[in-house]
């Protein structure tokens, strides 16, 4: 089974904090996504990566920066943390044209 | 603006009845996902559905395309309340070429016993 774990399920920073979010997958997947999911809103797009040391911006990219230096790990940092930040964060990995595989979220809360 | 919409929004029907959401897009895509979301959970794959008329069906959910009309729908049988979830379906933005996907807002549905 592919499996994508993230570093933490609930997460709780001060505004202005530097935040880290990891994902891992153990499935060589070339593609790695960073989503955030608010209500109403869908799941909107913030960057992926097709493959290491490569990425591209999504919808919604302003405020957050990635690092892919290892195939299997795509990182979502959050430079200062914002209020309007709070959200649920998912990562998600796919082989190539194939459907995407989500892990478990981390809900993070910037008070 | 590339646009997938679902309907309805939310759904409440009870235990044995049958109903379909409906997912519109804007793009001309012949690749679209569904998805399930349980509450406080993440996303779970559904269906892949790959070319115009494809219909998977699994249990009592079966998914159709057709990518002339860029419609999706996905048809509940015989509703049981374990299909209480949110569903969403999604589409490759540069018409299955890529991965990267736009998703509709999705399918609140409640299955009452």
């Known amino acids: 089974d592919v499996k994508v774990t993230q570093s933490s399920r609930y997460l709780v920073k001060r505004t202005g904090e530097k935040v880290f979010l990891e994902c891992v997958q153990d499935?060589?997947?070339?593609?790695m996504f960073w989503y955030r999911q608010d209500p109403g809103l869908g799941l909107r797009l913030i960057y992926f990566?097709?493959?290491?040391?490569?990425?591209e911006k999504g919808d919604i990219p302003e405020g957050y920066s990635v690092s892919r230096e290892k195939k299997e790990r795509f990182s979502l940092i959050l430079e200062s943390a914002s209020t309007n930040q709070t959200s649920m964060y998912l990562c998600?990995?796919?082989?190539?044209?194939?459907?995407?595989?989500f892990g478990p979220g981390t809900r993070l809360t910037v008070t | 603006e590339l646009k997938v919409e679902q309907n309805p929004l939310f759904l409440s029907m009870q235990e044995g009845k049958n109903y379909t959401i409906y997912c519109n897009y804007s793009?001309?895509?012949?690749?679209l996902y569904w998805y399930r979301q349980d509450p406080g959970k993440s996303l779970e794959s559904l269906f892949v559905?790959?070319?115009?008329?494809a219909v998977k069906q699994e249990g009592r959910l079966m998914a159709s395309l057709d990518t002339k009309a860029r419609l999706s729908t996905l048809h509940i049988t015989a509703a049981v309340h374990d299909l209480s979830a949110t569903y969403f379906c999604?589409?490759?933005?540069?018409?299955?070429?890529?991965?990267?996907?736009?998703f509709g807002t999705g399918t609140l549905l409640a299955v009452q016993p």
């Open positions: 499935m060589d997947h070339e593609n």
């Open positions: 999604a589409v490759d933005r540069y018409g299955g070429a890529t991965n990267k996907l736009i």
């Open positions: 793009t001309t895509s012949d690749r």
């Open positions: 559905l790959l070319s115009n008329g």
């Open positions: 990566s097709y493959d290491v040391k490569m990425k």
């Open positions: 998600a990995s796919t082989p190539r044209l194939n459907e995407q595989y």
